[in-house]
């Protein structure tokens, strides 16, 4: 199983970095969703050995992360600015790298983080789903805050914006496709990615809506029966979104 997700925390980490304050919305959820990434990143890093998942503070952030996946872009859990992307979405971000890196001092290989994908598929799963959903919830935001001008003037940052979300998007598709998983983690990740197909949609240009669209229609063949028709949502939703700044930079 090779795992698309790295791809898209580019996009993630130039989000984040738009951040000024760094606050998470001052809410009790979002509260408790930083107490727990902050544990479970205090444990990763450059040379530490990556906790198993038993291990108290990797429980505890799954626990807060599946909350906060459930409720991200509600008022427990606001998606309505750069901070909030900075405090929720990049601490997803850290974790996941923290992971696919393996505790290695330097940059890991393409190869290497695909291997570490499946060895920490279990520790990896929940926050991969909260990442993927959190850019989701802010791309709406990004939609509507950012000027013409500021498309024009950073161009590279959108491109890299677009991509990550493509990579989590087809990274979702692909998780729904892959027989090696099991069936409920398959199913949460195209549920998933049918709820937020049209707000992904938001930042794909084009022939990316194409390229997506097409795949999901695809995968109809490989998917469980029950599963089939959110493959049909996700192509229909894709194509029918509207298409704005983002989508046309």
Not at 73 to 88: C, E, I, M
Request: hydrophobic share 45%; charged share 20%.
């Amino acid at each position: 199983m090779k795992m698309r997700f790295f791809a898209g925390l580019a996009g993630a980490a130039i989000l984040a970095g738009c951040t000024n304050a760094g606050g998470s919305g001052d809410t009790a959820l979002a509260a408790d969703y930083g107490k727990a990434a902050d544990a479970l990143i205090a444990k990763l890093g450059p040379g530490k050995p990556i906790p198993p998942a038993t291990d108290p503070d990797v429980r505890a952030y799954e626990a807060q992360a599946s909350k906060a996946t459930a409720a991200i872009g509600t008022d427990a859990l606001p998606a309505t600015s750069f901070d909030t992307f900075g405090a929720l979405c990049g601490k997803a971000t850290t974790i996941i790298q923290a992971y696919l890196h393996g505790g290695a001092a330097g940059e890991a290989s393409p190869e290497a983080m695909n291997a570490n994908a499946v060895r920490y598929i279990d520790q990896l799963f929940t926050p991969l789903l909260f990442s993927a959903r959190c850019t989701a919830a802010h791309l709406p935001f990004v939609e509507t805050t950012l000027s013409e001008q500021d498309l024009k003037d950073k161009p590279q940052a959108v491109q890299q914006i677009r991509g990550g979300a493509f990579g989590q998007a087809t990274g979702l598709l692909q998780i729904a496709t892959d027989p090696s998983l099991d069936a409920p983690r398959r199913k949460r990740a195209i549920d998933l990615l049918a709820g937020d197909a049209g707000k992904f949609a938001i930042v794909f240009n084009a022939e990316q809506r194409r390229q997506l669209a097409d795949a999901a229609r695809q995968a109809q063949a490989t998917l469980p029966p029950e599963l089939k028709s959110q493959a049909e949502r996700i192509s229909t939703d894709i194509a029918s979104a509207p298409c704005g700044k983002l989508c046309t930079a």
